[in-house]
């Protein structure tokens, strides 16, 4: 990531450089491309899941998606092999949450992923329909306190890791406040929203959100405004709702190049979200060392 921390705004974010994007630790570790972006989805699924659980506002699961997809970037970043996806995915959560309005106690988002890591989790049921159809066992994702202690040591040692590994910069500036400011400032989110202008803004947080989940780490690549401004460009051609003829984007100093190249990683995501569940519809994408280890041997 770009060092300069001081020289972020409010509305910026440190973003990869060439070198990070062209590899990373887990390729550099044995783990093919496919697969790690397999991971990163799965990952970024896990928190959002256990944010849900934990009854966290979206914005805390947003920042802890970004701050979880910063570690694994680059060859100097953590590796899918040496730093389990479960245990980062945990760390972040937990870490985002404590430096928030609504800290999590250790325990919290420990029960969390041990229900979600368990055998009855929908995230460990891949064949289409048999989610919630097996019994949910407490025992199989009950903490036991010699367990939970443990289990507390590796939380707190991956937050040390992710730390260092992202240089201790934690901010994160999120797209979406910035998105409805421009809605209002291009007069198409009035004081009193209409149908039209309700489903536009829904649409547009809905990109924002799915963009956090994109194999192209949208929001390591680009800066919170432009972001704001593909997914209102590309909802309200969805909604049909008519904006500004001239190029309104270039107000928001983004321009037709990147607003074009945002426009299509934003379309495609759905897509490709739809096609990596199919991927694993026999077994699940792995979310332990073990699993992982296993899935990498049966590639050959």
């Not at 953590?78 to 995915?89: E, M, P, T, Y």
């Not at 730390?163 to 421009?182: C, E």
Request: proline share 6%.
């Amino acid at each position: 990531m770009e060092p300069e921390a001081e020289q972020f705004s409010s509305l910026s974010n440190p973003l990869a450089t060439v070198d990070q994007l062209s590899t990373s630790s887990s390729q550099l570790d044995g783990v093919p491309a496919d697969l790690e972006s397999s991971l990163r989805f799965a990952g970024a699924q896990l928190t959002q899941a256990a944010g849900i659980l934990l009854r966290l506002p979206q914005e805390i699961i947003a920042q802890a998606i970004v701050i979880f997809h910063r570690f694994y970037l680059g060859s100097e970043g953590g590796s899918f092999r040496i730093n389990a996806l479960k245990d980062v995915s945990a760390a972040s959560l937990y870490m985002t949450a404590k430096i928030s309005f609504l800290p999590q106690s250790t325990r919290s988002v420990l029960n969390v992923y041990a229900y979600l890591l368990s055998p009855t989790s929908p995230l460990r049921q891949p064949l289409e329909g048999t989610a919630g159809k097996e019994k949910p066992d407490a025992e199989s994702y009950c903490l036991s306190e010699g367990s939970y202690q443990a289990a507390r040591a590796t939380l707190l040692q991956t937050e040390s890791i992710i730390l260092r590994a992202i240089s201790f910069i934690t901010q994160v500036t999120l797209p979406h406040h910035v998105a409805l400011t421009y809605l209002q400032t291009l007069g198409v989110l009035p004081p009193s929203p209409t149908e039209k202008s309700s489903a536009l803004a829904a649409r547009t947080l809905a990109h924002l959100n799915t963009a956090l989940f994109s194999p192209q780490l949208l929001y390591l690549t680009h800066q919170p405004p432009a972001l704001a401004v593909a997914a209102i460009y590309l909802a309200a051609r969805e909604v049909e709702v008519k904006l500004p003829s001239t190029e309104w984007w270039e107000v928001f100093d983004v321009d037709r190049e990147t607003l074009g190249f945002l426009v299509v990683g934003l379309g495609s995501c759905e897509g490709w979200i739809q096609s990596e569940k199919e991927k694993w519809t026999e077994t699940s994408c792995p979310l332990t060392l073990d699993e992982l280890e296993e899935d990498v041997k049966r590639r050959g």
